[in-house]
């Protein structure tokens, strides 16, 4: 997804990586079950797109698990700086968390070790191959209190007001029915629960990355006002993300 560095030039590593995620980019599922047609539109795909928008963008192609090691690269470190992300979680031991889109899991066991053994990470994703990595890793890393779990494409399957918070790093864009599986979250989350959107900066040059692949703070505020979320904070403070926080909201009328 690294199309150029800071600079501006292409990074030779990151077009590789980019070309062969590009290559290996899951095909569009089949619309089965396709809840409301009206809120989606079509148009004709772009390069890492699947033609089908929402609110005004287009939504980017799934990442495949075949590109999974670049989710585990070493230069990550500096460019999403996780400790920042996960400071602004405000993680407590015994909190029930859930990393929707979790990949390998570089976020779940960072999570894991903040909650501890009395907490739980439900780490969700809707490829079993990406789950079988994760758990790989989490046996590695020794992190017992992460579950996987293989979600669906408008449903987590997460247990109803279990979560106190839910972290989506890099994936939102990426969900093929946004606005259903929003909804789900947010029937997931605990009364007063938090979601978290850390999305690549659009709109910004510096940021390196593919344009469906990155969300201004407007859009994604935009798309999480339409559910039961309040706005809490967005730490702008990341090298090239915003991780944007919001409260599940107790009553709700749209
Ligand atoms: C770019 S990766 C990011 C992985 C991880 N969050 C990280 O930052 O390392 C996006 C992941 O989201 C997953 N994904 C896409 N749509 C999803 C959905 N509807 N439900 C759960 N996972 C989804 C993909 O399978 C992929 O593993």
Redesign the pocket.
Known sequence: ?IVQDRSGRKSKPALVLLLLIHALA?PTAAPAGESAPSRYTTVPASADGIGKVYLGREIAQ????H??Q???RAE?VDE?RPELVLAALELKPGMTVA??????????WRMAQRVGASGTVYA????PE?IKLLERQMSRRGAANVKPVL????D?GLPPGSIDLA?????YH????PYE?LAAIVRALKPGGRLVF?EFRGGDAAVPIKPL?TMTEAQVRKEAAIHALQWVKTARDLPWQNAIVFRKLSSFQR
């Open positions: 997804m899951l799934v990442m495949s698990f590109g999974a670049w989710l585990e990550r999403e990393d929707i889109g979790a990949g390998t899991g570089y976020y779940s969700v994703d809707i490829q990406m979600g669906g494409l408008t987590p972290l989506m790093v890099d994936v990426e969900f093929e029915y599986m850390v692949h």
